[in-house]
């Protein structure tokens, strides 16, 4: 699967935003779908991630709370829902698709075969 993120771009502090991440290709409701993020000079960091059938969403404790994973598997997209940005915030964010494996090991990033190319989220104080 193929994968395209949007719906980046520069924000004042405390703004919402809605990335997007639009799947091409088949069976995308077979996926669990991640979001990713790395701010400069930083390792990528998990966000969070939604199941395939159930749809379950899990976050670090670092992202609980303002970070909201959505899908919606008619449109093959993945959603996320950031309220109440921060400047910490900034960062290009990568969604990621996997179809193989099982468990709960989302904020493995080699669990994903698939990467979108990010998008970039500036947050402005």
């Known amino acids: 699967v193929q994968l395209q993120a949007s719906g980046g771009g520069l924000v004042q502090a405390g703004d919402s935003l809605r990335l997007s991440c639009v799947a091409s290709g088949r069976g995308f409701g077979g996926y669990v779908m991640a979001w990713f993020r790395q701010a400069p000079g930083k390792e990528r960091e998990f966000v969070g991630a939604i199941t395939r059938t159930e749809q379950n969403t899990y976050y670090p404790d670092s992202m609980k709370g303002r970070f909201t994973v959505s899908r919606d598997n008619g449109k093959n997209t993945v959603y996320l829902q950031i309220n109440g940005l921060k400047p910490e915030d900034t960062a290009v964010y990568y969604c990621?698709?996997?179809?193989?494996?099982?468990?709960?090991?989302?904020?493995?990033?080699?669990?994903?075969?698939?990467w979108g190319r990010g998008t970039l989220v500036t947050v402005s104080s």
């Open positions: 990621a698709a996997d179809g193989i494996y099982s468990g709960t090991r989302f904020s493995d990033p080699d669990r994903y075969q698939s």
